[in-house]
Structures are given as structure tokens and as C-alpha cells.
């Protein structure tokens, strides 16, 4: 099964021409056979002949040269329909949405648009007059909605990455039912400009992929501000990065974990927890009672209104144009009051407000993605609560907003995926990203339907972001460490780890707060291990005003003979000080003095 980042490397070094990839793309729809899975499904000559366009000019340092990509039809394309599975409401844009344009403008090749839950109303995959599309993972189970189609399509193998949405869960609860990676933007980060929306106040274009590491790759070309879009937030990413060695999670406590009597679902969240704790996780539990409320409001509040707003004219003139359901859902949306709405914002604000130092003490939330997983028979025999229970965990997560990310954790003896989402405020996707690419890379599952491992973690290159600066540090600010906040409060990002040149010692400076300074020496020097910090720059500066003497920053030599900026200390002023380089660094000294 072809990823993002084996097609390119195969498409840049020539060993795979991009006709053989579509070639290769048709025939794995051929093979699936299923016709609810697109909607409309480009003619293969016309895109074999964009392929030959695009190879003609050459440049394959495209980022996304020649990838096949499906698209969620409540998403324009220029010149395909966009029906939002609802033959009365269809359209045929003339422009692409401005994630799309993006996407061909990075080399990507548009293959076609994807089935969903009409109107994107639904986690469940079924509310499509166009057929229900088959979980390609166990055809069994509900492909998950409302992006049932662009999930199927990546866990097929059909195409390495697609785009969904996600209003409530609609690019997470998916991903957990076909055991792919699905990426829940912040709000914002990636244009709306060219989707029908669900809710406008909480839409996002969302990523399925079998990787994170695709997932990224594609955020990092569609994210970007847009003045066409009105919600559009010039929001801080960065890149993606190494999971830190230490960092707390926010988990359920025994008595919040709700599971519907499914027990692979709660021995799953249970061996994830352990997975992370091993991954250098402290597991922190928190009440979930706020975020429970903040969901109930989604669908039980005012904010139905926006999805009557998008079918109104349905609605009111040919309502039996609806799928069934979706007109159940929707149609008490045009009762809601201003009041209404003005008492469930306040509601909102109140519970945001609660939950603001509970969110402010972790560096995520780890939480099931679903609580179970259903049949296609189970769903359509009770469509509208197991639909809601799908939604326990996903329901909340845009109107905190908040990003997120879901991936594969096991998958049951009976066949059926599980999976766990990392969530955190705005901006931090590239956080979570890092800790869901360690979480996957650290178990053993395939990659969507196939039989293959997931490939080894790539090797993350340096890049460097204009306004901030890497600062090597040694002592408490290291992740974990009493300090490491202070960092994080000033915008800092971990980036890697680090080793010294065989040229520095490390002493125990006096004081109540634990810290080590570090002397480069002539002599007798030793390798020390650090952590690269990423802060911008007007954080340094503050960073700096808070540093005691003898320490100050200076330029460190690491072992492949490069120089970067790092906190070092006075050697005049350690003269008596306890060395303790013998340890290789703080964190080893640190676990050294509470064993002893």
C-alpha cells in the first residue's frame, strides 16, 4: 500500500511514472467495486492526461507531485457537481475551493468526490441517497461518517490521502472504523472558502491519510490564511517534530469512561495509556463533565440552527428531497430563538472558562475516539442514538476549540478497529501530530486494509522558522522538568534531542530550584545530552530576563560538529560547584537523587 511519501520518492527518483500511479488507482477501484464509495469519479483518461501535464513541466520537488487525492463532495472542484449527497441541492462550481487549488497547485491530482452523510449531518456513513459506502476494513461496520467515502478511499489503498470534514467527528470517528490517521485541524488553519458548510462557526476541511506524517504533509500545503474566508486565523504550526521524552496527558478517570458495554473499546483506551506511559507520558486525570456538557450542546443546543440555515430552502419548500434522517436532525434547527442562541454562547463561555486550567496543565487530552463501533444492521435499526454515541468523545472538540488528531490503537480479536484521539487548544497540531506519530510507530498494526506495517519514522529535517530561534537547554527546562513551563508559556516547541561534543562538563548550581551549569572545557570534557527548544524571538528575550547568573547562552558545538545557540554557564563562578557530568545529563542526575 502506496503512502505519500513512498509515491513521491518513487515519482522523483523515476522508478514509478505518474501514469503507472493513476493506472494503478483505477484499478484498485475496479477491484473495490463499490459504487457508493464516489459520487462523481473523474474520467481515468482525463486525469492520465493531467498526469502527463504535470510530468511534461518537470518539476517533481512539487510537494505533492503526482498524488492521488479524493475529495468529500460538500467541497468544491471546478467543473465536477457538488452535492453534499442531495441530487435537489447540487451544483457545479467553476472555481475550486482554496484547499483544493492548493492541493493541485503542490502537484496533487484530483481523482474524484467522495459519498457522505447528507449535508455532512451524521457520524454513522449511511444517510446517503447514493448508497451506503463499505468500510473497506470490515464491511461489517458503518464506514463512519458524514466523510464515509473519503475514509474508504485511504483505507483501500485506493489513494494515500483524501479530505473529509469534520463539524463533530466527522474526520476522526471515520478513521477509527477503517484504522487510518484522520487530522482535525484548529479552526481556521485550512480555508473554508468553497465548502458547503455544516455548521460555519465550526467547520473544517480535515485529512484521512495512513500516516501522520502524510497527514502533515498535506496540512502543511492546504493550512494558511485566506482573506476570502471570513473564519480564516492566521494560526502558528510549525513543523513536524520528534515527541518530547516527557509530557502529561489528560485521561478519563475510571468513573467518566463510558463505553456502552463494549469491552475491546475500554481494553483498548487502557492499553493506550500504558503504551504512552512508556512513551515518557504522565497521565493526568481529568473531569470530563464540562466536555461532556459542551458536546450535549452541539446537537441538544441552538447550533442546529447553522444546519438548517445550509438546507433551508429545501426544507421549506421540497423537505421530502432530505434524506429521512437528516430532515429529523435538522428541521428543529428553525425553531431555535435568538435567545436560545444568546443563553447556550453564554453556557459555552462559562464552560471554556472551566476548562481553560485543566487544558493549561497538560500538553494534551488522550481520549477513545468512539466509544464502540457498530454494524451497518445495528445503525439503521436505531440510526439517531447510536449515531450520538458515536459523538461521546468528538462532539466537543470544535466548540472548545480545539485541534486533534485520531489514530489506529489495536484492533479487537473480532476484527473491529479501535482507535485514540489527542486533542489540545489551537495551534498545537503539529504537538499532537508528534505525539500520535510515537504512539503509532511504538504498536504493530497495518496500514488501512493491507497486511503491511506501518514504515519505520522518517527522519525529520531541521527546518528552521523566520521570527524564532533553537535554544539548546540542559537543566529544568527540560520537558518534564520544573521549569519546562515557562518555555511552553513563551510559545516554545520541543524539537529534538541532542547530544553534545565530547567538550563540556556540567555542575549543580546552589539554590531552591535544581539546575546544572554547563562549561565547555580543554580538557576532560564529556558528551552531554539537551533538548533543542524552538521560541520566537520575542520569547527569548523574556526567557533571557529570567535567567540567573552565571547563566547566560552561548554557542554550543553538538556531536555532528555544528554549532547552535544553548545555555551555558561562567566557569569562574562553578569553582566548587558538584560536578555531576558523569551522569550525561540533568534528567539521568535528577532520576539518580530521587533513587537515592
Known sequence: MQTVASLLSAHRSGARSLADTVRAVYARI????????????????????????LEGKGDTALPLYGIPVAVKDNIDVAGLPT????????????????????????????IGKTNLDQFATGLVGVRSPYGIPRNA?????????????????VSAGIVPVSLGTDTAGSGRVPAMLQNIVGLKPSLGLVPNTGLVPAC?????????????????????????????????RDLPVGPLAAAPPSFVLGVLPQAQREFFGDAHAAATYEAALKRFEALGATLKEIDFAPFAETAR????????????????????????????????VTEPGGKASAADAFRATYRLKELRAKVAPVLAAIDG???????????????LADPVRLNSRNGTYTN??????????????????????????????????????????????AGDLPLGTSHAPAPPLAVLPAAPEPGRLDILVFG?????????????????????TAITAPAYRMKRLPGAIARPGVVRVKADGAVLEGEIWSLPFEGVGKLLATIPAPLGLGQVELADGTQMTGFLAEAAALDGAEDITAHGGFRAFMAAAETA
Not at 365 to 379: D, G, N, Q
Not at 396 to 418: E, H, K, Q, R, S
Open 396 to 441: 466537543f472538540v470544535n466548540l472548545m476549540d480545539l485541534c486533534g488528531i485520531a489514530v489506529p490503537a489495536a484492533i479487537a480479536p473480532t476484527g473491529v478497529p479501535y482507535g485514540v484521539t489527542l486533542l489540545a487548544p489551537a495551534g498545537k497540531d503539529a504537538q499532537m501530530a508528534a505525539l500520535g506519530r510515537a504512539f503509532v510507530a
Open 30 to 53: 475496479a477491484v473495490q467495486d463499490d459504487p457508493a464509495l464516489f459520487i462523481t469519479l473523474r474520467a481515468e483518461a482525463d486525469v492520465l492526461a493531467e498526469a502527463a501535464a
Open 200 to 232: 460555519k462557526t465550526l467547520d473544517c476541511i480535515s485529512i484521512f491519510a495512513l500516516t501522520v506524517d502524510d497527514a502533515m504533509a498535506v496540512l502543511d500545503v492546504i493550512s494558511g490564511f485566506d482573506p476570502q474566508d471570513a473564519w480564516s
Open 297 to 328: 450542546l452541539l446537537y441538544e443546543g441552538p447550533w442546529v440552527a447553522e444546519r438548517w440555515i445550509v438546507a433551508e430552502k429545501l426544507l421549506t419548500t421540497t423537505p421530502e428531497a432530505l434524506h429521512p434522517v437528516t430532515r429529523a
Open 137 to 153: 476494513f470490515n464491511p461489517a461496520l458503518v464506514p463512519g461518517g458524514s466523510s464515509s467515502g473519503s475514509a474508504s478511499a
Open 476 to 496: 529544568a527546562h527540560l520537558s518534564g522538568m520544573a521549569l519546562n513551563g515557562d518555555l511552553k508559556a513563551l510559545g516554545g516547541r520541543f524539537v529534538r
Open 83 to 110: 452535492t453534499c449527497a442531495c441530487p435537489a441541492f447540487a451544483y457545479t462550481p467553476e472555481h475550486d475551493a482554496t484547499a483544493v487549488a492548493r492541493l493541485k497547485a503542490a502537484g496533487a491530482l484530483i
Open 365 to 379: 487530552l488522550l481520549l477513545p475516539t468512539a466509544p464502540s463501533a457498530y454494524t451497518v444492521e445495528e445503525v
